[in-house]
């Protein structure tokens, strides 16, 4: 079956423009994850869609930043006035529920440079 | 709180020999553990996860870690590194709740 996907897989942008990065999760998965990797780092936790609710918006770094999530399937992230230090691989996940012991599978990332 | 420490950032290891990339963790629960492998320009792949059954679990491509529990360790080994095994590995706890915790990785290197 068809795994997570994720679109663009690669954006440049300028400083100071709006982007927007697209998932499609595993089809039945009703949780879903966003997470970022800057260049040589660990994965760091964004924010996660139990259906199309966000119970935790911890992660989100600044107000510039945002996601929804339709039709408990597809999820954007939108990042407004870009920053250069936004630069990084966006990564999506999806689970079958929000369980500690359920595997999230990931997409292959959004590559992210700002200049 | 939950935490993970990955021990080494860098890991070199002739084609042939074991590998053992070591992960330890903090958790106020019984943790779910996983090790996931990120190749050049790929997505993370799960390799294995405990999640409170065998304390010793077996993963693709000949992998294999074991939950010590005493040691708070959750190491990933295998026999006999092959060059295909040069990636990234994350180890990640996840502990009473679905927010996943990642180790800042270590990146194995296979020498010919």
């Known amino acids: 079956g068809a795994g997570v996907s994720q679109s663009p897989s690669n954006k440049v942008t300028e400083k100071g423009k709006d982007v927007e990065l697209r998932c499609d999760p595993i089809?039945?998965?009703?949780?879903l994850y966003w997470y970022r990797q800057r260049l040589g780092q660990g994965l760091e936790f964004l924010i996660y869609f139990q259906g199309n609710s966000a119970p935790d918006k911890s992660g989100l770094p600044s107000d510039r930043f945002s996601a929804e999530r339709t039709g408990e399937s597809v999820s954007t992230l939108t990042i407004q006035r870009t920053q250069q230090e936004d630069s990084a691989v966006y990564l999506c996940?999806?689970?079958?529920?929000?369980?500690?012991?359920?595997?999230?599978?990931f997409g292959p990332g959004t590559r992210l440079l700002v200049l | 709180a939950q935490s993970v420490t990955q021990l080494d950032s860098h890991v070199s290891v002739s084609e042939g020999t074991p590998v053992l990339l070591r992960c330890n963790y903090s958790?106020?629960?019984?943790?779910?553990l996983f090790w996931y492998v990120q190749h050049p320009n790929k997505g993370l792949q799960l390799l294995l996860k405990?999640?409170?059954?065998?304390?010793l679990v077996k993963g693709i491509n000949g992998f294999e870690a074991e939950f010590k529990k005493s040691e708070t360790s959750f190491h990933l080994t295998k026999p006999s590194a092959h060059m295909s095994d040069a990636a990234e590995y994350f180890c990640?706890?996840?502990?009473?709740?679905?927010?996943?915790?990642f180790g800042t990785g270590t990146r194995l290197k296979v020498l010919a």
């Open positions: 089809s039945g998965h009703t949780a």
């Open positions: 958790s106020s629960y019984s943790p779910s």
């Open positions: 996940a999806s689970s079958l529920e929000d369980r500690d012991f359920e595997t999230q599978y």
């Open positions: 990640v706890v996840a502990s009473g709740t679905y927010k996943y915790i």
């Open positions: 405990y999640t409170s059954a065998a304390t």
